[in-house]
Every structure is written in C-alpha cells, then in structure tokens.
C-alpha cells in the first residue's frame, strides 16, 4: 500500500522532520507534501520533493516578501478564514486574489483553506478560474458540490473520523473517485484513533482505512486511487 499525504506542515528541527518522515514510509506513506503559509511554514517545506508555498489569512494585511516558487509543486496554503478572523476579510479577500492571480501566471495549482469563509472563497474562484486542492475540507456537500463544480479536487483530513463531523462524512461520499485526496495537516487534526497525539504523516493510514469503509472499498485501491490523483494533481 502507498499512501499520499497531501498536506502536511514541518517546524520542527531538521531530526524531528527527517523522524517523522522515516515514520511515514514504514506506515506506507511514500510521499508527502510540505505545505507552507507563513515564513516558518514556508521554510519547513525545504527539501521535499513536494513542495507548496504561500501566505496563508494569518499573514493578511502584513509587508510580505517575494517567494521564490522554482520547483514546487503548489502555491499554497492560501485562502479565507473567518471563524477566527472575521475582522480582517477584506484583507484576507485582497491577498487571497492575489496569490490566486500568481498561480495563474506561474501555471501551478493551488492549495486552498476555507473556513466559515463560502460565499466569498466562491466568489473569488469563479472571478479568478484556477486549479487544485480544497485542502481539509470542513463544509457541507452543497459547498463541496459547488468546488467540485469549478474543476477542484477536495483533499479529506481525519477530521472524517471525528464524531460530531458528519458534515465531512457525507461530503466524503460527495467526491468522485477521480477528485478526491486524503491529507494530514500534520501536526494538527491526527484521526481516531491517534487523538491527543501531535498528528504526523503515518497517522494517514488511519483515515485512509476509515475512508475506504465509508466508501465501500478495499483500503489497498483507495490509496492507490487517492495516489494517482495527487500525482495527477501535482506532477509526477
């Protein structure tokens, strides 16, 4: 079985991160994508073949420096927070479209956070078309309906095996085989049964099982499936 985790955040030292990717592949998990959003993020993803660099809402309304995006794979992450920030969604929306207008003319795909944020992540989408991954999707089906609409493909965290998130659950059942994606977002979010634990890219095997169940599927093709389709997504 190979695993793909498609988001996966390192701040740790270079030994913490160089652990927790030995750890991925004795589980299965034989590619990771480093995901950044803030300079420490951003710095973390150095050294992956994987590779997604960005500005995140945290860093909205800031003096950003230039990044240099020569061989990664995405920008990212980018998007629209508003559970916790909602007083900063016009500068949020400002360098949203701005790092969208960047993808586009750097031909990369995207790695979008959405949170409490639909209308406005729509908007956006639909008056600067791209591509890529609705990262750690939390929404309703409609909302992922919606994405799916526009050509992205939605990336599905433990947070599928969370008891009260059945929102995720039949959003998950949404999804065509071909557009789905499963992710970490290490070191946040680790599934049951890992929760209480700073969550890590091995931890993907267990919402790739809980996925395929959901799913009606063998967990051996559901990782080969989410597999191709990250590659599909993000190069081989």
Same mark, same amino acid.
């Given at each position: 079985?190979?695993?793909?985790?498609?988001?996966?955040?390192?701040?740790?030292?270079?030994?913490?991160?160089?652990?927790?990717?030995? &750890?991925?592949?004795?589980? @299965?998990?034989? &590619?990771?994508?480093?995901?950044? @959003?803030s300079e420490s993020l951003?710095?973390? /993803?150095? @050294? =992956?073949?994987?590779?997604?660099?960005?500005?995140?809402?945290d860093q909205a309304g &800031?003096?950003?420096?230039?990044?240099?995006?020569? !061989?990664?794979?995405a920008v990212g992450e980018?998007?629209?927070?508003?559970?916790?920030?909602?007083?900063? &969604?016009?500068?949020?929306?400002? +360098? =949203?479209?701005?790092?969208?207008?960047?993808?586009?003319?750097? !031909? +990369?795909?995207?790695?979008?956070?959405?949170?409490?944020?639909?209308?406005?992540?729509?908007?956006? %989408?639909?008056?600067?078309?791209?591509?890529?991954?609705?990262?750690? =999707?939390?929404?309703?089906? #409609?909302?992922?309906?919606?994405?799916?609409?526009?050509?992205?493909?939605?990336?599905?965290?433990?947070?599928?095996?969370?008891?009260?998130?059945?929102?995720? #659950?039949?959003?998950? +059942?949404?999804?065509?085989?071909?557009?789905?994606?499963?992710?970490?977002?290490?070191?946040?979010?680790?599934?049951?049964?890992?929760? @209480? *634990?700073?969550?890590?890219?091995?931890?993907?095997?267990?919402?790739?099982? =809980?996925?395929?169940? +959901?799913? *009606?599927?063998?967990?051996?093709?559901?990782?080969?499936?989410? /597999?191709?389709?990250?590659?599909?997504? %993000?190069?081989?």
């Amino acid at each position: 079985m190979e695993l793909f985790d498609t988001h996966a955040h390192f701040e740790g030292t270079p030994d913490e991160t160089r652990a927790a990717v030995e &750890r991925a592949h004795d589980a @299965g998990v034989t &590619r990771i994508m480093s995901v950044g @959003g803030s300079e420490s993020l951003n710095k973390g /993803t150095e @050294g =992956f073949r994987y590779r997604a660099i960005g500005w995140d809402r945290d860093q909205a309304g &800031r003096d950003l420096p230039k990044l240099d995006y020569t !061989g990664v794979a995405a920008v990212g992450e980018i998007g629209l927070d508003y559970h916790y920030s909602p007083e900063t &969604r016009a500068a949020q929306c400002e +360098l =949203f479209a701005r790092q969208l207008e960047l993808a586009r003319s750097l !031909g +990369l795909p995207v790695v979008i956070h959405t949170r409490d944020a639909d209308d406005d992540t729509l908007g956006l %989408l639909r008056e600067i078309p791209s591509r890529g991954i609705i990262h750690c =999707f939390t929404g309703t089906p #409609r909302f992922c309906r919606d994405l799916l609409d526009l050509g992205f493909m939605i990336s599905i965290s433990g947070i599928v095996t969370f008891r009260a998130a059945e929102n995720v #659950r039949e959003s998950a +059942l949404v999804v065509p085989d071909d557009r789905i994606l499963i992710e970490t977002d290490s070191p946040f979010l680790a599934p049951v049964p890992m929760r @209480g *634990n700073a969550n890590e890219p091995a931890f993907i095997v267990h919402t790739a099982r =809980f996925l395929a169940d +959901l799913r *009606n599927t063998q967990v051996e093709d559901f990782a080969r499936l989410t /597999t191709d389709n990250a590659l599909r997504t %993000l190069g081989g």
